[in-house]
């Protein structure tokens, strides 16, 4: 097991007065002020408001986050007296992380805890935490060890300054959809996690992020309305009719109880994307031996053919494409219960294991919470069921497994999400979830979760012609929303055509495997899309890590331009993407790379058209400006490797 070292510093002991109306807590940094304050307009209401000093200036970034909940027997959101703190804390934790943005993870913040009671006498906890990039706090409840309670609904709700653009998402149950940008005449609606938001003017800009962590099996998970205000953003259950209309709305558990972390995630945009707060705050690793645990690339066959999973001689030139490019991984996908055309399942592992390729293999998650016919489904809903399919898999050298179709946050299918994981981690199975809902901190509890979908990912291309002009903005967004909470699996790296064609040039969609994270990174194309390219775009990609030490941001703005570095060892890979219908010539500060050292950079810029490369060589350091020229929703990957 990664060795994980937990200590709290008893930092002072508080000396708030409980009759005061007001309590701070502050970032190491000095950055980020949480106020715990009493609402005067509403006897004995709590609210947090979160400031942002930067530059000197304070930036008001959340004026108010209304606290409570009402469980069924008891009102935990009004009348609330304070009747204690503890002392001021100081978490300081490092821990190893087996892949994502970076290896070595550090989650450090203050953290206050304020004792509260309602009228009835019975307690309630605020555990409030100020990081240097954002803000956390939970709900503990206490009572008689393990009374029963449920849930009515939750009351927390974020206000946000009027003036704060937005890039949304419209709620929809797989979390596939665009973050358009608000400006103005804010909508109003459910939306999904994350949420980005931008405060304060040139001179003083501040971003947030907001999202959750921590959910686990004893609540839902939720998402944002601002149904009632626009600028109101309250935490709501799911929907009756998620989930085919089965599992509770209104989750329920035992004493002492606490709620997942709220979390919201502030700063710079380089300080959002270079987060691993979600991951932070969410409970250690549950696996002991990880060393199983290996991310890496894979061929992927159903970008280019939906059935070709059917067809055993197919399949095997995605693993012959997998075995050329020096890739670990193939996968597999639906109705390969159903193979045929000279060998089954089992004869596909067994060629894939013989060229040392290890392949992955699809499931519907089944049940009655969705009604998709896809095969094989419902293997998944059982312990015993999972045990029987898991142990066969070991048998015939199946090293994970992508379950697809939970199509629920209710609470039920969040116990469903980890139960997969804990048995799969059993039998030394990965895991990737599509049709799933987004990263919520699982990753780093269980660390055989290599990927999630929860993304308008590239198999778009395949169902209607909007990603063709959703493409170059979304995917400039991506970077600054879904991907910050965690792996991502849009299936990049696609140079010829699905069902409908790119607009995207070669460049921008190699970029991608750098830009993207994602634990497993499934390279969409079919084998003449990767074999046919020069030599040196093929080492590119045959060499490109999908788990990182390190992870920069550079430069960028949400929907126009994304230019991120992220570091394996020594070696360093640049990735820069235009979401704009314009070309730019990029000047790009190195300020990543090690001072004093020299490096051979490889560059791959778009060339004179979309379809081309202009491939460069050049000894490079710290100091240096790197200029490139991208084309209308074009792109550059740069490879530095230390002399």
């Known amino acids: 097991m990664i060795n994980i070292s937990l200590f709290i510093v008893l930092v002072f002991l508080s000396p708030m007065i409980l009759q005061a109306q007001s309590y701070q807590v502050i970032s190491p940094n000095q950055n980020i002020k949480i106020l715990l304050l009493k609402d005067s307009n509403v006897k004995s209401n709590w609210y947090l408001k979160v400031d942002y000093v930067d530059a000197g200036q304070s930036i008001s970034v959340i004026p108010k986050i ?14 609330l007296a304070l009747i204690g703190t503890d002392k001021e804390v100081k978490i300081v934790e490092r821990y190893l992380a087996v892949h994502g943005k970076r290896s070595n993870c550090s989650n450090e913040a203050m953290e206050q805890t304020f004792h509260l009671k309602n009228v009835r ?29 449920t849930m009515e609904r939750e009351l927390t709700s974020f206000e946000v300054p009027n003036s704060s653009e937005r890039f949304l998402q ?20 459910e939306w999904g996690y994350p949420a980005l938001f931008k405060m304060g003017n040139e001179k003083n800009n501040c971003w947030m992020l907001l999202s959750e962590a921590g959910v686990y099996s004893n609540y839902c998970a939720t998402k944002l309305s601002n149904l009632q205000d626009a600028n109101i953003y309250k935490l709501t259950y799911p929907a009756p009719t998620d989930g085919n209309s089965t599992g509770m709305v209104n989750p329920s558990s035992s004493l002492p109880w606490k709620s997942p972390w709220r979390v919201a995630v502030i700063g710079q945009l380089a300080n959002l994307v270079e987060s691993t707060l979600i991951n932070d705050v969410s409970e250690p690793s549950k696996i002991k031996d990880e060393s199983w645990i290996i991310p890496g690339s894979s061929s992927w066959i159903y970008w280019a053919n939906n059935h070709g999973t059917m067809d055993y001689k197919k399949v095997n030139q995605y693993t012959d494409l997998a075995a050329s490019m020096g890739w670990k991984y193939t996968l597999f996908d639906w109705e390969w219960d159903v193979m045929s055309n000279g060998g089954n399942v089992q004869d596909a592992a067994r060629y894939a294991n013989s060229k040392g390729i290890k392949p992955l293999l699809w499931y519907n998650s089944g049940g009655p919470h969705n009604d998709v016919t896809a095969t094989p489904r419902d293997r998944m809903l059982t312990r015993e069921s999972r045990a ?3 142990s066969w898999l070991n048998k015939i050298g199946i090293y994970g497994v992508k379950i697809d179709f939970f199509l629920s946050d209710k609470q039920d299918i969040i116990k469903y999400y980890l139960d997969i994981l804990e048995d799969a981690a059993k039998y030394k199975l990965m895991v990737n979830f599509h049709g799933s809902t987004v990263p919520r901190g699982w990753s780093r509890t269980y660390p055989n979760l290599m990927s999630m979908e929860a993304v308008y990912g590239a198999e778009q291309y395949n169902n ?26 849009y299936t990049p790296v696609t140079f010829t055509n699905s069902q409908h064609q790119h607009s995207t040039s070669y460049a921008h969609e190699l970029a991608l495997s750098v830009v993207f994270e994602s634990a497993f990174q ?17 080492d590119f990609l045959r060499n490109i890590p999908a788990g990182w030490d390190d992870t920069k941001f550079v430069d960028g703005y949400p929907g126009k331009l994304a230019v991120l570095a992220r570091r394996s060892g020594k070696k360093w890979y640049l990735g820069g993407i ?4 314009k070309s730019k010539k990029q000047q790009v500060k190195l ?50 490797e230390e002399q």
């Open 121 to 149: 006498g019975k307690k309630i906890d605020f555990v409030v935490r100020a990081y240097n990039d954002g803000v956390a706090f939970r709900y503990v409840l206490y009572g008689k060890k393990g009374e029963k309670i």
């Open 522 to 538: 499934h390279m969409a194309d079919r084998p003449e899309g990767f074999l046919e390219l020069t030599s040196v775009v093929k």
């Open 388 to 390: 029987k399919e898991f």
């Open 66 to 79: 209304k606290l409570g909940l009402m469980e069924s027997k008891q009102d935990y959101s009004k009348d």
């Open 591 to 640: 300020s990543f790379l090690e001072k004093g050292k020299i490096y051979k950079a490889t560059i791959i810029q778009d060339g004179d058209y979309d379809t081309a490369f202009s491939i460069s060589e050049r000894t490079i350091s710290q100091m240096d400006i790197l200029s490139v020229d991208l084309l209308p929703r074009g792109g550059f990957a740069v490879f530095f």
């Open 170 to 189: 419209q709620f929809v149950r797989s979390y596939e959809g665009p973050y358009p940008v608000q400006t103005r005449d804010f909508k109003k609606g």
């Open 578 to 581: 235009n979401g704009e219908s």
């Open 464 to 489: 209607g012609p909007e990603m063709t002009t959703l493409a170059p903005q979304l995917n400039t967004t991506l970077p600054y929303t879904r991907n910050i909470i965690g792996s991502m699996d």
